[in-house]
């Protein structure tokens, strides 16, 4: 079935997100991308993973990949207050201008980027600025990480139910390793 | 000065009889006895200031984010404009965003102008063309903004006609620039955004100086009144109506027929949105129900027993759930008929009866004199039955009835801020209502999730019965809007917010679409009141800002003075107050720098962006209204933040602070370009949390022209806020340092690291400016 967006009015144009349902549907992503960044935004905070919360899954994820991490809205407090200090702190709006960008050398300068992976900023505002980057930031891979579909992407979870979305996520997790 | 007057009246009472349909054009009339020289753009048309805008646009690039990707305004269409695809009229995606901006601004515009000359028409037939217009005491430089843009200065009715005019000519241009096949140009687009921008603030400016002129406002007063506010501060033992909008006309016809029959004892009273604050302003004794977001809340209640609409954000089901209620409407307004029949030429008795007795759910009455005594009139009728019905279910009955939920999670997808309402729901199929409350605490109050809800439950309602005790306990003391700034006190403070030494000016402005809850607001502004910025704030976002309570129970309005002072908040008034935020920028430039305003636009919004440190936000951002205010402080220079769902407005205007070219002055002393510090770094942003506006909020009062005493102060500010918000010490203050006179002495040892590993180098202060004409002119 076609996924559809989850705030329900938030219809997009002829281009649409693919359904991510497996991780190994993005392996072949995932091999091709020798720059990827990872964003996560606010609600990221309160989004419960295992046994800890969808900031120590980006952690995991940025250093099981070895990908940058740039947090959006203050999120980057988080980060610290775990102990990792690696992460980046930039504005969704600037993010969603400097991903127009072909040339960007990215938040910690070791871009240009070729994929993102985003989560976490609030589903309208994380619609918009996935809308830059498919619309201008052609050069760019959007993998959606959040449980609910964003159509802007390239990949994204088709509103999936919150315990197989934790499964694959682990399996991302094992896949970027 | 020259200028050409054009009168209209609907209906003109002389001694030579009543004439209908009156319209009047005299040549020009002369203003010989002021004698401030004209600047070069008296009356711009829209591309009169296009170099200015150019400027400002090629600092602050738009961003756009698509909100759509297909354009379906003619028959050409749907044209897809994904990829590098044009549309059939030749229109590419950059376009297309930048006209839908513009198209948003014009509507915004529109609301603004319609209503303005709504209110001067009426207050010509009421008081003649040649009543003076006062702004009030220490305001000789009334009108600020429309001498900047006119270079008229507005003394009298009629020439608010006129300038309306003009207002009414250039929104036909940049309306009509939308239309298929004719702008092209993202940028050009952009530029009649900035100008229509520039329009609504002309336009908002008369119709808040008219009617202050001539409706008992308080007038430049620092000391307006603290006035009631909050759903639980309507006395239900009077018969309570309840107005809506944004027009004072119809209300004041209440009010006035209150005082004058001496019913104050028996009729009560109360305004939701901007109609809340003007009627306020008239009489005290009426009361601020909420802002925007209230009305359903109030309207559900069933408290009120007449709902009185005029014009602006009112909810276009107001009829359908006032009939839930059977609280008669009455339409009041050319723009927000609502269905209703036409009964203005009617008698007033024959109209009560019909409302009474039910035969109508509502009526239209444009003739405003009727209204007041057939609300009032109303009111009294049905209060006695009305206090005797339930509206709202039992806590029980919801239980019962929440056992049939579907748990689609239909609510949830249609709620604009994503609440767990299914959970809180469920929660309730067990008596458990807490959740409800919490969700009522965060509503905006749209009822989106009704709408989607397959059982047709009244979602809004059950939150409303889960926080009855918090609804009752809504009672708060706002300050009403006292309309301008006194020039007396621009002179106090001027120096200071030009040299950077009080830190910043910031105005919370604009409707309730807060992503968490109205108290964002007042906690915001207390975040920086505290820091002795001065805040200003105006329509909902005024109200919102007053209802969080310290520990003695005082509102923020309560505890700090309303003088445009450091550490103040003061609430200007209604959305079409907004100029008089504008107008204490542009009067520090005429008052300190005394630099001419007349006809000077350019000049002047140089002047602001480059010295004034002033941001404006809208954390509730929702409307055209607000785009087309938010474009009006762009056009001068100053910043606008918005919440998170601002976004949706498709497009931000952004510096980059890599990029040095954009950021390059002109040093008016010597005419070298200077490369300054990039400040203020964005033109129009979207932040995603509170934690984000205020960090932004510090960072973009950061000016060009700052002293060292004063780049201190706001770097001092910054770097603690985005410590506590951020949880480390921010990496760019070495880019604000231009000499080491500007490093926070506390802070000196970790910035001069931080200079050193970016190989810091001093920099000239430079008199700053954009226009290089402005060179060896000197500066302040």
Redesign the interface.
Known sequence: MKPVP????E?????SAKSLNKAAQLKRTFTKSKKPLLIV??DAVNMKHGKGDMIDYAIALSQAGKIPVVA???T??AF??KGFEDGK?M????L???L?DESWLGPHGKGPHDLILIYG?????QW??L??AM??G?HLTKIALGRYYQPHADWSFPNMKEKQWHEVLDEILDLVR | MKKKAHLKADEAKTVFGVFKGLEVRIGQIVDDEWDEPMGPTPMPSPTDLRSWDHKLLSKYKPSYMPYCQVCCLCTFGKCDLSGDKRGACGLDMKGQQARIVLAAANIGNAAHLAHARHLVDHLIDEYGPQTNLIQGPGTEIHAPVSRLATGMRPRTLEDASIILDYCESQLAHTLSAVHTGQEGSWLDFESKVLHVGMIDQISMEIADLVQISTLDFPQADPEAPLVDSGIGMMDTNKAIILTIGHNIVPAASITDYIAEKKLGGQVEVGGMCCTAWDITRRDPSAKVVGPISWQLRYIRSGKADVVVVDEQCVRTDVVNEAQKVKAPVISTSDKAVMGLTDRSDDTIDSIVEDLVSGKLPGVYIHDHHKVGAVATKVALAVMPKRRKMKFFPTKKQIQKMAQDCKKCSECIRSCPNNQPIMEAVLAAQLGNFEPLRDVYRNCIGCARCESACPNGYDLHSWMVVAAEKDCKEEIYKLRTGRGAIQDTEIRSVGQPIVFGEIPGVIAHVGCANYPGGGEDVHDMAEEFAKRRYIIVTSGCAAMSAGIVKDENGQSIYERRGGEFDAGCVINVGSCVSNPHIAGAAIKIAAIFAKRNLRGNYAEIADYIHNRVGAVGISWGAMSQKAASIAAGFWRLGVPVIVGPHGSKYRRMLLGKVEDEQAWTVYDARTGERVVTAPGPEHLFYAAETVAEANVMTAKLCIRPNDTSRGRSIKLSHYIDIHETHYGFFPEDVWKYIRRESDIPITLKEKILVQMKENKWKEKTIPDPTLLKELVMRGGT
């Open positions: 989850w705030q329900t009015g219809i997009c144009g002829p281009d935004g606010s959006t809205g203050g980057i407090k610290i207050e702190s504005g969704a709006m600037e969603a201008n400097y127009q900023i609030p589903y309208y505002m918009t600025l809308s830059a619309n201008f052609t």
